[in-house]
C-alpha cells in the first residue's frame, strides 16, 4: 500500500510539477477543443430568436360577475394554463395562415416557438428561433396578436352565446305587445349587464410587448471556442492526474534509496542538448562547466567508498538502457584521469558499445579481438587527449598547456574499445582469454572502468560480477517503474563483487545544480582584478 502512493503529491509545488510534466496532455485538449469548437460553430447556419410579451388578466365572467377568483388565487397555475392553451395545434394553424411567412406550417410553428408563463406578472413569453432574422421577428409578433386573439374569443363565446338569446328573447316580447312588461324590463338590466361582462373579457389578453428586434443565437464561434477550451482544460487535468496515477515510474529519489538500500554517490542531470547531438563529454567539452563538477563529485565519493583503491576494476550498471551509463562511466574516468589516476576505460557493452563513439575513436580492433589473439593489447588501447580542458584551464591561468595530454600529477586516459562483436556476447564475457585482459589492465592501471548493458536485460553484468572487484548501479529518475527498480535492487544484491553505491541520473537541475552554474558563470567572466592582471 505504502509503496502504491509514494509518490501521492502533497505540496502546490508537487501539483505543478506534475503539471508542467504533464504539460502536453494539460495543453492539447483545451486548445484542440477550442479549435474545434470554433470550427464547428462557423459551419453551423445562423439562427435568430425573437420573442413578445403578452399580458393576460386573470379574470373570467365568473371574476366579472361575483368578484370571486375561480383559480383560487394561484397565478402561476393560471399562466402555465394559459400557456398551454397558446400551444393549440388550431391557434398553431392561425399563426402559420397570418404570418405570410413562405413554408410556415403548424408543426414549424410549434416547433420554433415555446411559451413561458412568467412566475412574478401576469405576463406569458412567446419566444421564436428561426434562421431568418426578420421572419423570427414577424413569426414572434404573429403568435402574440393571434394568441391574445384566441383568448378573448375564447373568453367572451360564451358572453355572446348568451346576449344574442337575450336579444332573441326581447325582440320577441317586443313583438308580442309586451316591451313595457316586468320581464321585458328585466331583461333589459340582463342585457346591459351581459354588455359590461363582455366588454371587461374582451380586455383578458393584450400585446404588452411586441418583437422589435431579434438577437443571433448562432453561430457564437468565439463563446463556443471559450466554452471549449474551458472543457478542454478539465478534461486535460483529469487525464493529466490520471496519467500520473497510473504511472508506475519512479520518481523519488528517496524510494530509490529505500528500494536499493546503496549509498547515493552522485546526482547527475541530462547532458546539455549540444553536447548529446554530437555526442561529445562534458568533462571534455567543459571540462570547467557546472555539469562536469557533478562528475568530480562523482569522483570524490568514488573515492571516498574506495579510500585504498582497492577496487581497481570497476562496472557500472542500471536495470535498463538509455539511463546513461556509458555517458557517466566516460566522464567518470575523464575525471578519475585528470585527478592524476591512470585509468582505463573498457567497452564490455557487447551488444551496442558506444564509448568509441562519445571518444570519437575507432571501434576496432577492441577488448574481443585482443581476448581472440588479433590484435595486440597496446594497439586495442587508445590515448585519450586530456588536453582539451587543460589547455583551458591552463589558459584560464596564465599558464602553457601540458604536454601530450598529460596532467601535472600524470594522470592518464586509455579506452579499449568493445572490439569485433561477437555472436553470442554472453559466452564471450566468461572466456577465459576476455578475463584475463581485463586481468592485464587491472595490473597497468590504478583504476579500469567497465561499461557494461543493462543488468535486467541481459545475464552479462551478472558474469562481469565475478571477474571484478566493484560494482556501482545506476539508476535514471523518471524512468525506472517501481517493479523493474525493485528486481534491480534484488538482482544487485546477488552480484559477487562490491556494491560501491549509485548515481541518480536525469535529475532535475536543482536550486543547487542553477547555483553552481551562476558561480561558473561569475567566476567565467573572471574578476575585475583579473581583467587588470591580463
Ligand atoms: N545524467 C544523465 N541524465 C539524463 N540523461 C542522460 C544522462 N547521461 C546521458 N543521458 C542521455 O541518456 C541517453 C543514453 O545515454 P547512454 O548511452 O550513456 O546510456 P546507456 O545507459 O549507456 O544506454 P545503453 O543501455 O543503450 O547502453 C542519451 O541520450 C544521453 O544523452
Ligand atoms: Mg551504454
Known sequence: MREAFSNRPTTVADYLTILRRRKWIVLVPPVAAAVAAFLLSLGQS????????????????????????????????????????????????????????????????????????STDSDIVTITVEDRGRAAATRLANTYAAQFTEFTKERATTSVDDALSSLEVR???????????????????????????????????????????????????????????????AVVGLALAFLAEALDRRVRDEHEIDGVLGLA??????????????TNDLVMLREPSGPQAETFRKLRTSIEFVNPDGAARTIVVTSAMEQEGKSTTIANLAVALARGGRRVAVVDLDLRRPYLSQLFHVGGRPGITDVALKHAALSDALRSIGLATGIQEMASLNGQGAPQNGRTASEGMLQLLPAGTLPPSAGEMLQDQ?????????????????????????????????????????????????????????????????????????????????????EAYEYYARGTPHDKERV
Open 170 to 232: 326581447l325582440k320577441s316580447l317586443a313583438a308580442h305587445g309586451q316591451g313595457t312588461s316586468a320581464l321585458y324590463a328585466a331583461l333589459l338590466q340582463q342585457q346591459g349587464q351581459l354588455a359590461t361582462v363582455g366588454r371587461l373579457m374582451a380586455g383578458i389578453a393584450s400585446v404588452l410587448q411586441p418583437a422589435d428586434h431579434a438577437t443571433k443565437t448562432r453561430p457564437r464561434p468565439k463563446r463556443n471556442a471559450i466554452l471549449g477550451f474551458l472543457f478542454g
Open 46 to 117: 445562423p439562427l435568430y430568436r425573437a420573442s413578445a410579451d403578452v399580458l393576460v388578466n386573470r379574470a373570467s365572467v365568473v371574476t366579472a360577475i361575483t368578484g370571486v377568483d375561480p383559480s383560487g388565487g394561484d397565478p402561476t397555475r393560471y399562466l402555465a394554463t394559459q400557456a398551454s392553451i397558446a400551444r393549440d395545434p388550431v391557434l398553431a394553424k392561425r399563426i402559420s395562415d397570418a404570418s405570410g411567412i413562405p413554408g410556415m406550417t403548424p408543426d414549424r410553428v410549434l416547433a420554433e416557438s415555446g411559451v413561458t408563463p
Open 433 to 517: 582469454r576476455l578475463i584475463g585482459v581485463l586481468d592485464e589492465l587491472a595490473t597497468r592501471f590504478d583504476v579500469v572502468l567497465i561499461d557494461a548493458p543493462p543488468l535486467l536485460a541481459f545475464g552479462d553484468t551478472m558474469t562481469l560480477s565475478s571477474h571484478v572487484d566493484a560494482i556501482f548501479a545506476l539508476t535514471r529518475l523518471s524512468r525506472v517503474q517501481r517493479p523493474i527498480l525493485h528486481e534491480f535492487g534484488r538482482q544487485l544484491q546477488n552480484c559477487q563483487a562490491k556494491l560501491l553505491g549509485y548515481v541518480l541520473t536525469g535529475v532535475e537541475h536543482s536550486e543547487s545544480y542553477r547555483y553552481m552554474y
Open 264 to 277: 547515493l554517490l552522485a546526482r547527475i542531470p541530462a547532458p546539455p542538448r549540444a553536447l548529446q547531438k
